[in-house]
């Protein structure tokens, strides 16, 4: 039987998995009020004072605005050229379109990572943000995107589940990528009028697939192909006012199928309008299938890639129980003994995200979020918010340890240590500490390979080499 995890590498395993990355603060408190005590606070983001990374993302002037406004102020290259009235004017035009917009809440999402106290509260945006994914790049995406995670995702993300699903089943960004914007009852009285670029109205089964199969129930929920049709009729007229305009969410009646339909054995009457959609919500937020995959998720993020069934059941239960509540459902995670058990720990490849973030907190380094910065995580495979697949980035070890993934990373390490990375500078104390910096990557765990390599290395040679050792690539 392996030996028990010691109360400091409990304490880093348990913020590797709640935060993106220790920092000697974080590892400090925790030992001082305790895992449970440091779990409660982080329970409650709206306690937390967190205003260095206010400020940080304060400066990015496109998080103020709306969809609209987004729209009007970063139109797209044609219309810029279109309204340029020199040769001068066009070319700063050019770099003020809607790829700033998508620049920005990238920029926005990796200094909250960075910065924010509220450090469960932004894995947990992040996480729900992956679960209802779409494509910042898609047609009016560009300018949606940031209202989706700013005014839907956000304000939800430590709420109940049904609220959220709800939330995002209204919002016009999930409404456009998955084209439900679109969808109207063949025998409405819309459907015989055009839609955009002429094309004539039908039902759309996109959303209502993936509203089963990824956000709720799994693919193995116990749905049928006929229950995807009867949600995408209860989804009819679930709609936007201009995407590329308003871009408001509508319920469009004259395109509802306003007849009786059935989901998952649940009879929904006739003569319902926007109710049908707010009904199958409710059917799936409650069902037993959604809490099961909810929570399954929930632990593969937290604890292990092949989540142990015992840990699942229990997270369900809690789901169940607590009416979606997620922080019940997180605390049930913790809370289990598996959580802390010597076979998780450093069990989880970390995605890009979490391994930049987490080398930038762990050497206490000052960060500005440059182009290349971002551009590392594009080519470590996962740019912020451009996952192009309803199923978001994957959180899997095989999809993140690819030969070219884990030089890219080396690379990174290598150019952070040695400052080369424009306006992000690694924290002078850092590099004097070495051994304060194991304690934070992997206390009293250091395999024999890494600790030959360091016993040749030292000053930035040694740092750049922990940031890319296993144990590191780990949390």
């Known amino acids: 039987m392996s030996a028990p995890l010691s109360q400091e590498q409990k304490i880093v395993h348990f913020l590797n998995r709640t935060s993106f990355g220790p920092t000697p603060g974080n590892v400090q408190r925790a030992a001082r009020i305790g895992i449970r005590a440091y779990l409660d606070e982080q329970l409650e983001p709206g306690r937390i004072a967190d205003q260095l990374a206010e400020e940080k993302v304060a400066g990015l002037k496109t998080m103020r605005f709306d969809s609209r406004e987004l729209i009007e102020l970063y139109p797209p290259p044609r219309v810029q050229r279109q309204l340029a009235t020199s040769q001068a004017e066009m070319a700063m035009q050019s770099m003020e379109g809607p790829r700033v917009v998508i620049l920005e809440l990238q920029q926005a999402k990796l200094l909250r990572a960075l910065y924010s106290n509220r ?7 992040d996480f729900w943000s992956n679960h209802f994914n779409i494509y910042a790049a898609k047609g009016a995406n560009r300018w949606l995107t940031t209202s989706y995670d700013r005014d839907t995702i956000r304000p939800r993300a430590l709420g109940k589940f049904k609220d959220l699903l709800e939330a995002t089943a209204k919002s016009p960004a999930m409404l456009f990528y998955l084209d439900n914007w679109l969808s109207a009852g063949p025998d409405s009285p819309g459907a015989q009028m055009a839609g955009p670029n002429n094309r004539r109205r039908g039902l759309n089964e996109n959303y209502a697939r993936e509203l089963m199969e990824l956000h709720t129930l799994g693919i193995d929920g116990g ?7 009867e949600v995408a009729r209860c989804f009819t007229g679930w709609t936007i006012v201009q995407p590329r305009g308003q871009g408001v969410f509508h319920f469009a009646q004259r395109i509802h199928d306003n007849g009786e339909k059935n989901v998952l054995g649940r009879r ?12 199958v919500i409710e059917i799936l937020a409650e069902h037993p299938s959604t809490a099961q995959f909810i929570a399954a998720k929930l632990v593969r993020r937290f604890v292990a890639d092949e989540p142990p ?15 979606g509540d997620i922080p019940t459902v997180l605390r049930a995670i913790v809370d289990t003994p598996e959580f802390f058990a010597r076979e998780n720990f450093q069990a989880k490849i970390k995605n890009p995200l979490e391994f930049v973030t987490s080398a930038l907190r762990v050497t206490g380094s000052e960060a500005q979020v440059t182009h290349q910065l971002l551009r590392y995580l594009g080519r470590m495979g996962a740019p912020l918010f451009l996952a192009q697949a309803p199923t978001g980035y994957p959180d899997i070890a095989s ?17 952070l240590v040695a400052n080369r ?4 500078n690694v924290a002078a104390e850092t590099l004097k500490d070495r051994d304060g ?10 395999s024999p390979a890494t600790q030959a390599a360091l016993a040749q290395a030292d000053g930035n040679q040694a740092i750049a080499l922990l940031l890319a050792a296993p144990e590191f690539q780990r949390r």
């Open 399 to 415: 999809s993140w340890i690819s030969a070219d993934m884990l030089l890219t990373r080396m690379n990174f390490a290598s150019d």
């Open 309 to 323: 069934p015992g840990m699942v059941n229990k997270a369900a239960e809690a789901f169940l129980r607590s009416g």
């Open 268 to 279: 929904i009457p006739r003569g319902g309008g926007m109710d049908d959609g707010l009904r």
């Open 223 to 229: 749905y049928t192909q006929k229950d995807v049709q």
């Open 421 to 424: 990375l424009p306006e992000t």
């Open 437 to 446: 910096l194991i304690r934070r990557i992997a206390p009293d765990s250091l």
């Open 119 to 125: 450090q469960l509260y932004e894995v947990m945006v």
